[in-house]
C-alpha cells in the first residue's frame, strides 16, 4: 500500500482455519519504530473494533483490516510489518510480511527573528517568524499560532494563511504584540509554533521584557526634581528664621 507520511495505511487481511477444529488465534506485529498498527474487526452487527485475536470456526474464515499509521516524519521508501497469527501457545500458524510505500514526508521548523525583545508598557512590538518546510512533499494552509499572552493583550499575524509551501521553501509572518496599559513591567514568554493541515513544528518560546514608558519615567524624575527643590526651598526658608 502506498500513501503518504501520516496517513492511515489499510491491509485488508483474510484468516482461514483450515483444520477440523475451532481455534482461536493471536495476532502480532512487528512495526518499525514509532509506527502504529492495530487489528480492526468488524462484527456481523456491524460493529467495529481493535482486536488482537480471533475465534475462527474449523473450515471457516474471518476477515480484518490492519491499519498502520507511519509518523508524519517517516522518510521516503519502503517499510516491512510482519504479522504474525499465532496459537496460545505461541505456535506460529502463519506469518506475512505488508509492504508500505511513504510517498512523501512532512515537517515544519520555526525561526524567529529574535528570542528576546522588549516592549513599552500599552504599546506595542513587531517581529517576524520565518517557517520552512523541511519536509519533502508541499504542505497546505500553513499558518502560525502564538500562545502564552496575557489576557487582555492583542497579538495579530500577518498574513493569517499562506494556501500552500513547497518542500524546502519559506515564508515569513509578521507578528504585532500590544501589551495593555495595566501590564505587570516583568518577563513574559511567549510560544510561536507553525502549523499545516499535514503537521505541525515544535513550539519556540520568545521572551518578552514590558517596560516602563520612557515618557512616564522622565516625567517621574521631573517630579522628584521639583519635589526635591520644593524642600531645600523650605529647609533654606526655615533655617533664616
Not at 21 to 43: A, G, H, Q
Not at 177 to 200: E, M
Request: proline share 5%; glycine share 10%.
Amino acid at each position: 500500500v502506498s500513501a503518504e507520511a501520516g496517513k492511515i495505511l489499510g491491509f485488508p487481511v483474510t484468516i482461514m482455519n483450515t483444520g477440523s477444529i475451532d481455534r482461536l488465534v493471536l495476532l502480532s506485529v512487528e512495526p518499525p519504530p514509532n509506527w502504529k498498527v492495530v487489528f480492526k474487526y468488524t462484527t456481523t452487527g456491524g460493529t467495529t473494533m481493535e482486536v488482537s485475536g480471533l475465534y475462527v470456526e474449523a473450515k471457516k474464515s474471518a476477515s480484518l483490516v490492519i491499519e498502520a499509521t507511519p509518523p508524519s516524519t517517516v522518510g521516503i521508501g519502503t517499510y516491512t510489518i510482519p504479522v504474525r497469527v499465532s496459537s496460545e501457545k505461541g505456535v506460529v500458524y502463519s506469518e506475512i510480511n505488508l509492504k508500505s510505500t511513504i510517498t512523501g514526508a512532512y515537517a515544519l521548523s520555526l525561526t524567529p527573528s529574535t528570542l528576546l525583545t522588549s516592549v513599552s508598557i500599552g504599546s506595542s512590538t513587531t517581529l517576524t517568524t520565518r517557517i520552512t518546510n523541511t519536509g519533502q512533499t508541499p504542505v497546505t494552509s500553513l499558518g502560525l499560532t502564538v500562545s502564552g499572552a496575557p489576557t487582555g493583550w492583542d497579538v495579530s499575524i500577518t498574513p493569517v494563511r499562506v494556501e500552500s509551501l513547497k518542500a524546502g521553501e519559506s515564508y515569513t509572518f509578521t507578528v504585532t504584540v500590544k501589551t495593555t496599559a495595566d501590564t505587570v513591567a516583568g518577563d513574559y514568554l511567549i510560544t510561536f509554533t507553525g502549523s499545516s493541515d499535514q503537521v505541525k513544528s515544535d513550539g519556540v518560546q520568545v521572551r518578552l521584557t514590558a517596560t516602563v514608558s520612557t515618557s512616564w519615567g522622565l516625567i517621574g524624575v521631573g517630579i522628584a526634581a521639583v519635589m526635591v527643590i520644593a524642600l531645600l526651598f523650605v529647609f533654606m526658608k526655615f533655617r533664616r528664621r
